[in-house]
Protein backbone atom coordinates (compact mmCIF):
# COMPACT_ATOMS: atom_id res chain seq x y z
CA UNK A 1 0.00 0.00 0.00
CA UNK A 2 1.52 3.31 -0.94
CA UNK A 3 1.82 5.76 1.81
CA UNK A 4 0.22 8.44 0.36
CA UNK A 5 -3.08 6.44 -0.20
CA UNK A 6 -6.65 6.76 2.15
CA UNK A 7 -6.24 3.29 3.90
CA UNK A 8 -5.13 2.67 7.48
CA UNK A 9 -2.05 2.40 8.25
CA UNK A 10 -0.02 0.02 10.41
CA UNK A 11 1.94 0.84 13.53
CA UNK A 12 5.69 0.26 13.48
CA UNK A 13 6.81 -2.44 15.29
CA UNK A 14 8.63 -0.14 17.89
CA UNK A 15 5.63 1.62 18.57
CA UNK A 16 3.65 -1.63 18.86
CA UNK A 17 5.41 -2.88 21.61
CA UNK A 18 4.18 0.15 23.78
CA UNK A 19 1.24 -0.28 26.27
CA UNK A 20 -1.83 1.59 25.12
CA UNK A 21 -3.26 4.23 26.40
CA UNK A 22 -5.98 3.79 29.43
CA UNK A 23 -9.60 4.20 28.96
CA UNK A 24 -10.38 6.65 31.90
CA UNK A 25 -12.57 9.63 30.58
CA UNK A 26 -16.32 9.62 31.60
CA UNK A 27 -18.90 12.35 30.60
CA UNK A 28 -18.32 14.45 32.72
CA UNK A 29 -14.18 14.25 32.05
CA UNK A 30 -15.16 15.00 28.64
CA UNK A 31 -17.59 18.41 29.74
CA UNK A 32 -14.48 19.42 31.88
CA UNK A 33 -12.60 19.13 28.94
CA UNK A 34 -14.53 20.86 26.98
CA UNK A 35 -15.47 23.84 29.16
CA UNK A 36 -11.87 23.83 30.52
CA UNK A 37 -9.99 24.26 27.30
CA UNK A 38 -12.32 27.21 25.87
CA UNK A 39 -12.39 28.98 28.57
CA UNK A 40 -8.69 30.47 28.77
CA UNK A 41 -7.68 34.22 28.75
CA UNK A 42 -9.94 35.00 25.86
CA UNK A 43 -13.10 36.12 28.08
CA UNK A 44 -11.24 38.30 30.32
CA UNK A 45 -9.14 40.07 27.56
CA UNK A 46 -10.64 39.84 24.94
CA UNK A 47 -13.86 41.78 25.62
CA UNK A 48 -11.74 45.42 25.07
CA UNK A 49 -10.42 44.80 21.75
CA UNK A 50 -13.81 43.93 20.36
CA UNK A 51 -15.21 47.25 22.11
CA UNK A 52 -12.44 48.86 20.16
CA UNK A 53 -13.88 47.35 17.20
CA UNK A 54 -17.47 47.50 18.17
CA UNK A 55 -19.14 50.78 19.81
CA UNK A 56 -22.29 48.81 20.90
CA UNK A 57 -23.63 46.15 23.22
CA UNK A 58 -26.02 45.16 20.72
CA UNK A 59 -23.17 44.37 18.05
CA UNK A 60 -20.97 43.12 21.19
CA UNK A 61 -23.63 40.39 21.58
CA UNK A 62 -24.40 39.82 17.97
CA UNK A 63 -20.28 38.97 17.64
CA UNK A 64 -20.21 36.79 20.59
CA UNK A 65 -23.26 35.24 19.25
CA UNK A 66 -22.05 34.19 15.95
CA UNK A 67 -19.05 32.69 17.87
CA UNK A 68 -20.86 30.71 19.99
CA UNK A 69 -23.13 29.32 17.43
CA UNK A 70 -20.53 28.51 14.82
CA UNK A 71 -18.87 26.92 17.44
CA UNK A 72 -22.12 24.87 18.54
CA UNK A 73 -21.71 23.77 14.67
CA UNK A 74 -18.83 22.87 14.41
CA UNK A 75 -18.77 20.87 17.56
CA UNK A 76 -22.12 19.04 16.46
CA UNK A 77 -20.27 18.25 12.98
CA UNK A 78 -17.48 16.97 14.91
CA UNK A 79 -19.69 15.12 17.12
CA UNK A 80 -21.08 12.44 13.86
CA UNK A 81 -17.55 11.77 12.80
CA UNK A 82 -15.96 10.94 16.37
CA UNK A 83 -18.48 9.15 17.01
CA UNK A 84 -17.56 7.12 13.50
CA UNK A 85 -13.98 7.38 14.89
CA UNK A 86 -13.60 6.92 18.28
CA UNK A 87 -9.97 6.16 18.29
CA UNK A 88 -7.51 8.95 19.05
CA UNK A 89 -6.25 11.50 16.63
CA UNK A 90 -9.47 13.70 16.24
CA UNK A 91 -9.24 15.76 13.44
CA UNK A 92 -6.52 13.91 11.90
CA UNK A 93 -7.99 10.79 11.77
CA UNK A 94 -11.40 12.53 9.98
CA UNK A 95 -9.40 14.31 7.03
CA UNK A 96 -7.64 11.09 6.67
CA UNK A 97 -10.30 9.48 6.10
CA UNK A 98 -11.71 12.18 3.66
CA UNK A 99 -9.31 13.27 2.04
CA UNK A 100 -5.77 11.22 2.63
CA UNK A 101 -2.59 11.03 4.41
CA UNK A 102 -1.25 14.29 3.42
CA UNK A 103 -3.82 16.67 4.42
CA UNK A 104 -3.66 14.66 8.04
CA UNK A 105 -0.14 15.33 8.10
CA UNK A 106 -0.38 18.73 6.83
CA UNK A 107 -2.85 19.10 9.76
CA UNK A 108 -0.79 17.68 12.60
CA UNK A 109 2.26 19.44 11.46
CA UNK A 110 0.49 22.78 11.46
CA UNK A 111 -1.09 21.48 15.38
CA UNK A 112 2.59 21.12 16.27
CA UNK A 113 4.18 23.90 15.03
CA UNK A 114 1.53 26.38 15.84
CA UNK A 115 -2.31 25.68 16.14
CA UNK A 116 -1.97 23.59 19.36
CA UNK A 117 1.29 24.91 20.63
CA UNK A 118 0.54 28.74 19.64
CA UNK A 119 -2.35 28.31 21.80
CA UNK A 120 -0.69 26.71 24.95
CA UNK A 121 2.14 29.77 23.88
CA UNK A 122 -0.72 32.73 24.08
CA UNK A 123 -2.23 31.37 27.00
CA UNK A 124 1.47 31.08 28.77
CA UNK A 125 2.06 34.61 28.00
CA UNK A 126 -1.36 35.59 29.23
CA UNK A 127 -0.46 33.94 32.71
CA UNK A 128 2.72 36.07 32.77
CA UNK A 129 1.20 39.29 32.39
CA UNK A 130 -1.30 39.10 34.88
CA UNK A 131 0.71 37.54 37.44
CA UNK A 132 3.12 40.64 36.57
CA UNK A 133 -0.58 42.32 37.75
CA UNK A 134 -0.69 40.87 40.88
CA UNK A 135 3.29 40.63 41.81
CA UNK A 136 6.02 43.01 40.41
CA UNK A 137 7.74 41.23 37.70
CA UNK A 138 10.13 42.08 35.40
CA UNK A 139 9.59 41.71 31.38
CA UNK A 140 12.20 38.48 31.25
CA UNK A 141 10.34 37.22 34.80
CA UNK A 142 6.79 37.63 33.02
CA UNK A 143 8.17 35.43 30.23
CA UNK A 144 10.12 33.12 32.45
CA UNK A 145 6.78 32.99 35.08
CA UNK A 146 4.93 32.19 31.09
CA UNK A 147 7.72 29.40 30.48
CA UNK A 148 7.46 27.63 33.55
CA UNK A 149 3.42 27.26 33.87
CA UNK A 150 3.87 25.36 30.31
CA UNK A 151 7.04 23.29 31.27
CA UNK A 152 5.10 22.56 34.83
CA UNK A 153 1.67 21.41 33.65
CA UNK A 154 3.66 19.44 30.85
CA UNK A 155 5.31 17.32 33.70
CA UNK A 156 1.83 16.90 35.36
CA UNK A 157 0.89 15.61 32.25
CA UNK A 158 3.76 13.13 31.93
CA UNK A 159 2.30 11.51 34.88
CA UNK A 160 -0.38 9.77 33.27
CA UNK A 161 -4.01 10.76 32.09
CA UNK A 162 -5.60 10.30 35.66
CA UNK A 163 -3.33 13.16 36.98
CA UNK A 164 -4.44 15.54 34.10
CA UNK A 165 -8.01 14.56 34.44
CA UNK A 166 -7.70 15.24 37.95
CA UNK A 167 -6.01 18.90 37.37
CA UNK A 168 -8.55 19.59 34.65
CA UNK A 169 -11.51 19.08 36.58
CA UNK A 170 -10.79 21.03 39.59
CA UNK A 171 -9.56 23.43 37.36
CA UNK A 172 -13.01 23.55 35.33
CA UNK A 173 -14.85 23.63 38.58
CA UNK A 174 -12.95 26.21 40.24
CA UNK A 175 -13.38 28.35 36.97
CA UNK A 176 -16.74 28.25 36.53
CA UNK A 177 -17.71 28.66 40.07
CA UNK A 178 -15.02 31.63 39.98
CA UNK A 179 -17.12 33.02 36.65
CA UNK A 180 -20.65 32.49 37.81
CA UNK A 181 -20.00 34.29 41.17
CA UNK A 182 -18.47 37.26 38.79
CA UNK A 183 -21.44 37.33 36.94
CA UNK A 184 -23.86 37.30 39.92
CA UNK A 185 -21.58 39.92 41.68
CA UNK A 186 -21.96 42.43 38.51
CA UNK A 187 -25.68 41.78 37.89
CA UNK A 188 -26.59 42.45 41.45
CA UNK A 189 -24.36 45.26 41.88
CA UNK A 190 -23.88 47.19 38.47
CA UNK A 191 -26.34 50.74 38.03
CA UNK A 192 -25.56 50.89 34.51
CA UNK A 193 -28.61 50.65 32.36
CA UNK A 194 -28.15 48.50 29.63
CA UNK A 195 -28.01 50.32 25.95
CA UNK A 196 -28.35 47.98 23.33
CA UNK A 197 -28.61 49.92 20.22
CA UNK A 198 -25.82 53.05 20.98
CA UNK A 199 -23.00 54.21 23.62
CA UNK A 200 -24.48 57.63 25.68
CA UNK A 201 -20.95 58.23 25.86
CA UNK A 202 -20.61 59.41 21.92
CA UNK A 203 -21.63 62.18 19.93
CA UNK A 204 -23.30 60.12 17.51
CA UNK A 205 -23.63 56.16 16.77
CA UNK A 206 -20.89 54.58 15.12
CA UNK A 207 -22.35 52.04 12.11
CA UNK A 208 -20.82 48.60 12.01
CA UNK A 209 -18.52 47.95 9.51
CA UNK A 210 -18.21 44.21 7.82
CA UNK A 211 -14.14 44.83 8.37
CA UNK A 212 -14.53 45.76 11.72
CA UNK A 213 -17.40 42.96 12.82
CA UNK A 214 -14.92 40.28 11.30
CA UNK A 215 -11.89 41.82 13.49
CA UNK A 216 -14.00 41.30 16.41
CA UNK A 217 -15.23 38.00 15.35
CA UNK A 218 -11.28 36.47 14.84
CA UNK A 219 -10.82 37.75 19.24
CA UNK A 220 -14.46 35.87 19.77
CA UNK A 221 -13.43 32.85 17.82
CA UNK A 222 -9.72 32.84 19.93
CA UNK A 223 -11.92 33.62 23.06
CA UNK A 224 -13.85 30.10 22.31
CA UNK A 225 -10.73 28.28 20.45
CA UNK A 226 -10.26 24.63 21.91
CA UNK A 227 -13.63 23.29 21.58
CA UNK A 228 -12.54 20.05 19.35
CA UNK A 229 -9.95 18.64 21.61
CA UNK A 230 -12.13 16.63 23.36
CA UNK A 231 -11.91 15.14 19.70
CA UNK A 232 -7.75 14.37 20.57
CA UNK A 233 -8.52 12.15 23.38
CA UNK A 234 -11.33 10.28 22.04
CA UNK A 235 -9.22 6.88 22.68
CA UNK A 236 -9.00 7.18 26.20
CA UNK A 237 -12.92 7.57 26.65
CA UNK A 238 -14.69 4.37 28.56
CA UNK A 239 -18.23 5.25 25.64
CA UNK A 240 -16.44 7.75 23.05
CA UNK A 241 -19.59 6.81 20.69
CA UNK A 242 -22.12 8.20 23.15
CA UNK A 243 -20.11 10.53 25.40
CA UNK A 244 -17.71 11.97 23.04
CA UNK A 245 -21.27 14.03 20.91
CA UNK A 246 -22.87 14.66 24.43
CA UNK A 247 -19.21 16.20 25.74
CA UNK A 248 -18.92 17.97 22.60
CA UNK A 249 -22.45 19.85 22.97
CA UNK A 250 -23.47 20.36 26.67
CA UNK A 251 -19.43 21.85 27.06
CA UNK A 252 -19.93 24.63 24.22
CA UNK A 253 -23.73 24.96 25.00
CA UNK A 254 -22.31 26.14 28.74
CA UNK A 255 -19.26 28.01 27.56
CA UNK A 256 -22.03 30.19 24.95
CA UNK A 257 -24.21 30.66 27.95
CA UNK A 258 -21.43 32.11 29.99
CA UNK A 259 -19.84 34.46 28.00
CA UNK A 260 -23.07 36.36 26.88
CA UNK A 261 -24.34 36.28 30.47
CA UNK A 262 -20.29 37.70 31.22
CA UNK A 263 -20.51 40.48 29.16
CA UNK A 264 -24.08 41.86 30.04
CA UNK A 265 -22.35 41.91 33.57
CA UNK A 266 -19.66 43.97 32.30
CA UNK A 267 -21.67 46.21 30.69
CA UNK A 268 -23.56 46.86 33.62
CA UNK A 269 -20.42 48.23 35.30
CA UNK A 270 -18.07 50.17 33.07
CA UNK A 271 -18.98 52.26 30.33
CA UNK A 272 -18.01 51.38 26.66
CA UNK A 273 -14.93 53.79 26.91
CA UNK A 274 -13.70 52.32 29.93
CA UNK A 275 -14.00 48.34 28.77
CA UNK A 276 -11.84 49.76 26.13
CA UNK A 277 -9.16 50.90 28.27
CA UNK A 278 -9.50 48.06 30.08
CA UNK A 279 -6.78 45.36 29.61
CA UNK A 280 -8.74 43.44 32.28
CA UNK A 281 -12.23 44.01 32.31
CA UNK A 282 -13.62 41.46 34.78
CA UNK A 283 -10.89 42.58 37.11
CA UNK A 284 -11.47 46.52 36.43
CA UNK A 285 -15.88 45.42 36.63
CA UNK A 286 -15.14 43.59 40.04
CA UNK A 287 -12.78 46.38 41.83
CA UNK A 288 -15.37 49.12 40.61
CA UNK A 289 -18.05 47.65 42.67
CA UNK A 290 -15.94 45.66 45.38
CA UNK A 291 -12.98 47.04 45.72
CA UNK A 292 -9.39 46.76 45.03
CA UNK A 293 -8.80 43.51 47.08
CA UNK A 294 -12.01 41.86 45.20
CA UNK A 295 -9.95 42.93 41.80
CA UNK A 296 -6.81 40.62 43.09
CA UNK A 297 -9.18 38.10 43.48
CA UNK A 298 -10.62 38.57 40.27
CA UNK A 299 -6.96 38.76 38.89
CA UNK A 300 -6.20 34.96 40.64
CA UNK A 301 -9.17 33.60 39.39
CA UNK A 302 -8.15 34.83 36.13
CA UNK A 303 -5.28 33.21 36.14
CA UNK A 304 -7.00 29.88 37.72
CA UNK A 305 -8.84 29.67 34.26
CA UNK A 306 -5.78 30.36 32.24
CA UNK A 307 -3.76 27.49 33.89
CA UNK A 308 -6.80 24.91 33.41
CA UNK A 309 -7.37 25.91 29.63
CA UNK A 310 -3.82 25.32 29.61
CA UNK A 311 -3.74 22.31 31.23
CA UNK A 312 -6.34 21.17 28.86
CA UNK A 313 -4.48 21.71 25.73
CA UNK A 314 -1.29 20.01 27.11
CA UNK A 315 -3.26 17.07 27.73
CA UNK A 316 -4.78 16.65 24.24
CA UNK A 317 -2.61 17.75 22.17
CA UNK A 318 0.09 14.91 21.86
CA UNK A 319 -2.69 12.28 21.29
CA UNK A 320 -2.89 13.63 17.91
CA UNK A 321 1.00 13.65 17.43
CA UNK A 322 0.82 9.67 19.13
CA UNK A 323 -2.32 8.68 16.81
CA UNK A 324 -0.61 9.92 13.54
CA UNK A 325 2.43 8.11 14.55
CA UNK A 326 0.66 4.77 15.38
CA UNK A 327 -1.08 5.37 11.58
CA UNK A 328 2.60 5.46 10.03
CA UNK A 329 1.65 9.27 9.03
CA UNK A 330 4.20 11.23 11.79
CA UNK A 331 7.07 9.84 13.40
CA UNK A 332 7.28 7.22 14.67
CA UNK A 333 9.21 8.67 18.20
CA UNK A 334 5.77 10.21 18.78
CA UNK A 335 3.90 6.99 19.01
CA UNK A 336 6.09 5.66 22.05
CA UNK A 337 4.01 5.18 25.22
CA UNK A 338 5.71 5.20 28.62
CA UNK A 339 5.60 2.09 30.13
CA UNK A 340 4.75 2.85 33.59
CA UNK A 341 2.61 6.19 33.01
CA UNK A 342 1.15 4.99 30.26
CA UNK A 343 1.63 8.63 28.58
CA UNK A 344 2.88 9.69 24.71
CA UNK A 345 5.59 11.42 26.81
CA UNK A 346 8.11 12.02 24.06
CA UNK A 347 5.08 14.08 22.14
CA UNK A 348 4.44 15.96 25.62
CA UNK A 349 8.52 16.93 26.02
CA UNK A 350 8.46 18.19 22.28
CA UNK A 351 5.37 19.95 22.23
CA UNK A 352 5.88 21.54 25.61
CA UNK A 353 9.46 23.22 24.77
CA UNK A 354 8.30 24.33 21.15
CA UNK A 355 5.65 26.10 23.34
CA UNK A 356 7.70 27.26 25.61
CA UNK A 357 9.72 28.49 23.20
CA UNK A 358 7.11 30.46 21.17
CA UNK A 359 5.69 32.02 24.40
CA UNK A 360 8.97 33.90 25.32
CA UNK A 361 9.22 34.87 21.54
CA UNK A 362 5.82 36.43 20.59
CA UNK A 363 3.17 38.22 21.85
CA UNK A 364 -0.56 37.58 22.84
CA UNK A 365 -2.15 39.17 19.52
CA UNK A 366 0.59 37.73 17.57
CA UNK A 367 -0.23 34.50 18.61
CA UNK A 368 -3.67 34.65 18.40
CA UNK A 369 -4.30 35.72 15.38
CA UNK A 370 -1.89 33.15 13.47
CA UNK A 371 -3.11 30.31 15.40
CA UNK A 372 -7.05 31.42 14.32
CA UNK A 373 -6.21 32.22 10.48
CA UNK A 374 -4.60 28.65 10.43
CA UNK A 375 -6.45 26.87 12.67
CA UNK A 376 -9.62 27.78 10.92
CA UNK A 377 -8.56 26.40 7.35
CA UNK A 378 -8.44 22.67 9.12
CA UNK A 379 -11.40 23.04 10.99
CA UNK A 380 -13.66 24.01 7.65
CA UNK A 381 -11.75 21.40 5.86
CA UNK A 382 -12.50 18.98 9.00
CA UNK A 383 -16.81 19.82 9.17
CA UNK A 384 -16.86 19.54 5.19
CA UNK A 385 -15.49 16.07 6.01
CA UNK A 386 -19.11 15.17 7.00
CA UNK A 387 -20.55 16.20 3.75
CA UNK A 388 -17.73 14.10 2.01
CA UNK A 389 -17.86 10.94 3.72
CA UNK A 390 -22.02 10.96 3.58
CA UNK A 391 -21.11 10.70 -0.05
CA UNK A 392 -18.33 8.24 0.02
CA UNK A 393 -19.09 6.18 3.25
CA UNK A 394 -23.15 6.27 3.19
CA UNK A 395 -23.52 3.00 4.29
CA UNK A 396 -21.11 3.72 7.47
CA UNK A 397 -22.19 3.30 11.23
CA UNK A 398 -23.13 7.00 12.80
CA UNK A 399 -24.37 6.39 16.02
CA UNK A 400 -24.46 10.03 16.20
CA UNK A 401 -25.98 12.10 12.92
CA UNK A 402 -25.71 15.86 12.76
CA UNK A 403 -28.81 17.71 13.13
CA UNK A 404 -30.43 19.43 10.22
CA UNK A 405 -27.66 18.06 7.75
CA UNK A 406 -26.47 19.41 5.35
CA UNK A 407 -27.32 22.96 6.69
CA UNK A 408 -25.40 23.30 10.01
CA UNK A 409 -22.40 21.72 8.31
CA UNK A 410 -22.47 24.08 5.11
CA UNK A 411 -23.18 27.24 7.27
CA UNK A 412 -20.03 26.32 9.23
CA UNK A 413 -17.79 25.57 5.85
CA UNK A 414 -19.04 28.92 4.26
CA UNK A 415 -18.20 31.04 7.60
CA UNK A 416 -14.46 28.82 7.97
CA UNK A 417 -14.18 29.95 3.82
CA UNK A 418 -15.51 34.21 4.24
CA UNK A 419 -12.97 34.31 7.78
CA UNK A 420 -10.16 32.78 5.76
CA UNK A 421 -10.58 35.23 3.12
CA UNK A 422 -11.14 38.18 5.56
CA UNK A 423 -7.77 36.79 7.81
CA UNK A 424 -6.24 37.29 3.99
CA UNK A 425 -7.19 41.08 3.43
CA UNK A 426 -6.99 42.03 6.35
CA UNK A 427 -3.83 40.30 8.27
CA UNK A 428 -2.05 39.75 5.52
CA UNK A 429 1.22 39.49 7.78
CA UNK A 430 -0.61 36.41 9.63
CA UNK A 431 -2.43 34.63 6.47
CA UNK A 432 1.05 34.80 4.94
CA UNK A 433 3.07 33.02 7.82
CA UNK A 434 0.25 30.83 8.19
CA UNK A 435 0.63 29.90 4.70
CA UNK A 436 4.27 29.33 4.83
CA UNK A 437 3.67 26.77 7.96
CA UNK A 438 1.18 24.37 6.23
CA UNK A 439 3.37 24.43 2.89
CA UNK A 440 6.73 23.51 4.99
CA UNK A 441 4.91 20.13 5.97
CA UNK A 442 4.50 19.13 2.21
CA UNK A 443 8.22 18.40 1.60
CA UNK A 444 8.77 16.77 4.77
CA UNK A 445 5.76 14.28 3.90
CA UNK A 446 6.77 13.13 0.61
CA UNK A 447 10.57 12.89 2.20
CA UNK A 448 9.08 10.65 4.96
CA UNK A 449 6.95 8.48 2.82
CA UNK A 450 10.25 7.65 0.21
CA UNK A 451 12.05 6.82 3.73
CA UNK A 452 9.06 4.36 5.04
CA UNK A 453 8.73 1.54 3.77
CA UNK A 454 5.02 -0.14 2.75
CA UNK A 455 3.39 -2.33 5.11
CA UNK A 456 2.60 -5.52 4.96
CA UNK A 457 -0.31 -5.36 7.30
CA UNK A 458 -3.22 -3.07 7.72
CA UNK A 459 -4.00 -0.95 11.17
CA UNK A 460 -7.13 -1.06 12.37
CA UNK A 461 -7.56 2.25 14.15
Avoid at 253 to 281: D, P
Avoid at 444 to 459: C, H, L, M, V
Wanted: charged share 10%; proline share 5%; aromatic share 10%.
Amino acid sequence: MDFASNGPRPATAAVDASPPLRQELGLLDGVAVVVGTIIGSGIFLIPSFIAIQLHSLSAVLLVWTVGGTLTLCGALSLAELGAMFPGAGGLCAYLREAYGSLCAFLYAWALLFMIHSGSIAALGVAFGLFLGQIVRLTLLEQKLASAGLILGLTAVSCLGIRAGKLVQNLLAVAKISGLVTIIVLLTAKGTRPLHFFYKPEALSPRPISAAAFSIALVAVLWAYEGWHVISFVAGEMKKPHVDLPRSLLFGSGIVMLIFLIANLGYYRVLSGNEIRASSAVAASAVGKVMGPVSAKCIALLILVSMVGCTNGLILTGPRVYYAMARDGIFPNIFGRVNDRYRTPMIALIVQGIWAAILATSGSYQQLFTDVVFTAWIFYGLAVAAVLVLRRTQPNMKRPFSVPGYPFLSLLFCGAATALVAANVIQQPRAAFSGTVLVATGVPIYFWRSKKSPAPDTEYDH
